[in-house]
C-alpha cells in the first residue's frame, strides 16, 4: 500500500488545500505504480502545533498577521 505522511504548521492549509494535496499524492503514486493502486494509497496530512517544529536549532513559528 503506498502511504504519504506530510506534516504541516497547524492551520497553514485549508480544507480545499488539503483535498488538492491527496488528490495529487494520489495522482503520483498511480502515475508511479499503476493504476491498480489507487484504492489502497493512503495519504496522511498531520497538523503540527505552532513551534512544535524546528531544524538547526530554531523553532518554527507562523508570523503574526
Not at 30 to 42: I, K, L, Q, S
Amino acid at each position: 500500500m503506498p502511504f504519504a505522511n506530510f506534516k504541516v504548521p497547524e492551520r497553514a492549509l485549508s480544507t480545499g488545500q488539503k483535498e488538492d494535496l491527496v488528490h495529487k499524492t494520489t495522482a503520483l503514486f498511480v502515475e508511479m505504480f499503476g493504476e491498480n493502486v489507487r484504492p489502497y494509497t493512503m495519504v496522511l496530512i498531520e497538523e503540527v502545533a505552532d513551534g512544535g517544529y524546528g531544524r538547526a536549532d530554531v523553532v518554527f513559528r507562523i508570523p503574526e498577521g
